[in-house]
């Protein structure tokens, strides 16, 4: 091999994986990486999973290709979940990604082929991989200040500020609903007034919607991004059902285009097609095989709900038990979704997991469904000794 390779850094949330199991100390407690967890600490396959698995492998008669679309009936099954009854008919295209994370690197190489000028404004703090996929799709990254992780407040009127620095054709990434890793989502009002802000400079929406359901309810958290793409009339949507649905490692998500008229969301998906072919040709069926039967019939899908609605109330139910154990934890209780972050400071949260065998990554991110009633005094108890 050529020279030129450095060696890399694991990843920091990955890591946390491989050193929570290889630690032997009971009474461990891993709030790291984001996957749901219920009370006894297991991150279960969802009824409705487990049937329309029964289903397919009964019923299956093929495995040929389907083509780098992927499974166009769980594209369309979506649909009326992320954008409820906004018909955009032509003007919507798109395809299955594996998971979320293939379709923001679609969407981020499909800007740098529309637009080669084009910066991409993101939030602080984000998501760890953001920047990452962003930047091997060749995207100029810009920063706007999301929330003070010391005040535990949104900083909406500096990302403002920011964006309405952006130059037209600029692209804003923004986390539909649960932001990874602060879980402060916008409100109804920020929400349209941000909206009037990109329509008025010609700034095109990336919407990160990677948690829907676990926040407020299926249509209150994707509420912010049908604003976006009502007012802005064009926009990406990159989608995950891992957490959703629980489907995190077959790697389910769907990349949607909405563009201004149906010629241009044509053009569109013939480039996200030709995208898709020369990254992973075709994307795997199975997980979005699952969603499909599940969406498609309304008893596995009331199921479904039932399940996620039990998700979301365990992690509220956690936030509010957090809030009320300490005073300073008391804005957790506005926050949405499976994480926040805690201002600690890296060596803090090395001591929490050398004196306490608390794990969860540098930044002081929190997933809350690594905690239960029984844990929350023992870990309110380390932060405590903290001081
Ligand atoms: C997380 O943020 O913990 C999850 O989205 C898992 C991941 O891929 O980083």
Redesign the pocket.
Known sequence: FPGGLGPQPADS??ALIGAFRADRRAGKIDVG??VYRDPQGRTPVLRAVKEAERRLVAGQETKAYLGPEGDAGFFEALKPIIFGDADHGARLVGLQTPGGTGALRLAAELIARFNPQARIWVGEPT?P?HHPILQAAGLEIMAYQHFDVATQRLTFARALDALSRARRGDVALLHGCCH?PVGADFDMTQWRELAQLMRERGVLPLIDL?YQGLGRGLDEDAAGARILLETVGEGLLAYSCDKNFGLYRERVGALYALAGEAAAAGVVQSNLLALARANWSMPPDHGAAIVRVILSDPALAADWRTELAEMRDRIRGIRALLADADPRLAPLRGQQGMFSTLPLTPQQVARLRDERGIYMPASGRI?LAGLTAETIPTFVDALASLR
């Open positions: 949330l990955l990486v984001g998501w991989n990874n990677a997933n």
